[in-house]
């Protein structure tokens, strides 16, 4: 039988993705507006043929994805939706429609349950207080700029965050909001750190025994931050919460990789080099005060409860199993 030729929106996406073009937040909207254009646009004269093309995009951005949990919740979400009208239904528009309802009642969740993420991590921002945060996430940036357009004052310090350097974006966002920012180079955190109120970060996923997977160099900083009692928050909403981890699956860390003309990648004449690691890194639940979600302010080991209530798919539940790593 020959696959159903991908829809553009999937083509595109699986590039982006590919090419670690989003950060996990918006993978998570994009997977979500690529699956709902899928059966738009689809001309299956049947439920089970529309299912069919939902599974064959799903299969395309699985295998492209990221360390990110948001995608893979959001498909998840979709997914199982459409599974249980199928199994009620044979009609090809009444499962379009349930579909397309899903994906904009996810929609319009995500982004009360993000704005609460923000409300609650503005109060535990302390006045006149020194927050350290590490590369680029929609969820702090939200959160410190909650705090700032609450009318409490702070200083934020900011790494450059390796390879990418795109905590220098996080540091252009909140200076341009007015607040007072110090920027400095990874290596230099555990110097820094040591006057700071509290450290804020985002993450990409956070894990059944309450790990959290960052950006690379999160680990060594909750490390230094610990060693100088300075706790560490993480600032996530549940949809980064990894089902596949209560089954003892763990997405592959995606290999480092250096931009054209990179110095760090640049060998000495007469040799060559390539990037050795990964781009992402797991900080353990020890090293964690709590983490933010819309649910509140929960211990670390309290997210697998919430998990278990996630909605799944069972098509997607055998993929993941399938293509992940399994835990010793």
């Not at 064959?56 to 998840?76: G, K, S």
């Not at 390879?163 to 820094?192: K, M, R, S, Y």
């Not at 970060?201 to 490390?223: F, H, M, N, Q, R």
Request: proline share 5%.
């Amino acid at each position: 039988m020959t696959a159903p030729r991908q829809h553009p929106a999937v083509v595109n996406l699986v590039r982006r993705l590919t090419a670690l073009e989003l950060h996990a937040a918006r993978s998570g909207r994009e997977v979500g507006q690529a699956l709902a254009q899928v059966a738009a646009d689809s001309a299956a004269s049947t439920a089970m043929g529309l299912l069919d093309e939902l599974y064959a995009a799903a299969d395309a951005l699985v295998t492209a994805m990221p360390a990110y949990a948001p995608p893979r919740n959001v498909l998840h979400r979709l997914l199982a939706a459409a599974e249980r009208t199928a199994a009620n239904s044979t009609d090809v528009e009444t499962l379009r429609g349930a579909l397309e309802g899903e994906a904009r009642r996810l929609a319009a969740q995500a982004q009360a349950a993000r704005e609460q993420v923000a409300r609650t991590g503005a109060a535990l921002i302390p006045e006149n207080g020194l927050v350290v945060t590490w590369t680029l996430s929609e969820t702090v940036r939200r959160t410190l700029a909650e705090a700032w357009r609450a009318g409490k004052r702070f200083r934020a310090r900011v790494t450059e965050s390796r390879p990418n350097q795109d905590g220098l974006e996080t540091a252009g966002e909140l200076a341009a909001l007015g607040v007072p920012v110090e920027v400095t180079i990874d290596a230099a955190l555990q110097f820094v750190t040591p006057r700071a109120s509290l450290m804020l970060l985002g993450a990409e996923a956070i894990e059944a025994d309450g790990s959290v997977v960052c950006k690379v160099g999160t680990y060594p900083a909750a490390l230094a931050a610990r060693r100088h009692g300075v706790r560490v928050y993480v600032a996530a909403d549940t949809l980064k919460f990894d089902t596949a981890s209560m089954q003892g699956r763990r997405p592959p860390l995606d290999a480092l990789r250096f931009q054209p003309g990179d110095r760090t990648a640049q060998a000495p004449a007469g040799g060559s080099t390539r990037p050795a690691g990964h781009l992402f890194d797991r900080t353990p639940a020890a090293l964690l005060a709590g983490i933010v979600t819309e649910r509140g302010v929960l211990a670390p080991q309290a997210c697998a409860d919430i998990m278990l209530a996630l909605p799944a798919s069972d098509w997607l539940t055998r993929r993941v199993a399938a293509a992940f790593i399994q835990e010793a």
